[in-house]
């Protein structure tokens, strides 16, 4: 597979950054449950990711998870158990998949649990959960970007990139400065 299938072709996009929920780990608690009840095993990694795992950060209200594991292509292990309990398959991509649900305010990204993409979406999330700076900053990029009309919600995430990849940057330095980390890794509880 070479390129995005997206299943279902273009959605209408509406774009809005609600405050922060404290509901929203709740979400993910519950997700998290009904991921592992489903995949058992086959789930070596299930984390919280994205603005929504973000204290305080303004975000989308969609709760988003990354899902770990042993080999993408063995869609029996894994994307076809989370649509046997009511997910639904968005993406189809080299190394990627995208299952959500039908109300679209949960989508759970899965990968093979040594992914490169696993480690950046845990980076970025744990540099804003402890970093107030970042975090403001973060959003008040949102907000600017969200005051323009946006046609495709990749479009908007490759407007962030810039920002996203200079905080990153700087969690990487501080991690290789030897800064303290809640876990040993950088990741704070979730």
């Known amino acids: 597979m070479t390129t995005v299938e997206l299943v279902g072709g273009v959605e209408p996009l509406a774009l809005t950054l609600h405050p922060y ?9 519950d997700h998290r449950r009904r991921i592992a ?22 975000a989308k209200p969609v709760v988003d998870l990354v899902v770990g594991v ?14 046997a309990v009511g997910y639904v398959l968005r993406v189809r991509e080299p190394g990627h998949r995208l299952v959500r649900t039908p109300a679209r305010d949960v989508h759970v990204h899965l990968y093979e649990r040594d992914d490169p993409a696993v480690e950046e ?28 009309r946006w046609h495709d919600t990749n479009a908007y995430a490759d407007a962030k990139s810039d920002v996203i990849a200079a905080i990153k940057a700087r969690a990487r330095a501080a991690r290789a400065e030897g800064a303290p980390t809640a876990l040993g890794r950088g990741r704070p509880p979730a």
């Open 121 to 148: 979406y845990l980076l970025l999330r744990d540099r804003l959960r402890t970093h107030p700076d970042e975090r403001e900053l973060y959003e008040r990029t949102k907000r600017m970007l969200l005051e323009r």
């Open 70 to 83: 042993d080999d993408i292509t063995a869609a029996e292990d894994h994307v076809e158990r989370l649509l």
């Open 21 to 29: 929920d404290d509901r929203w780990p709740g979400v993910y608690r």
């Open 37 to 58: 009840d489903a995949l058992g095993t086959h789930a070596l990694v299930i984390e919280h990711i994205g603005s929504t795992a973000v204290p305080g950060l303004a």
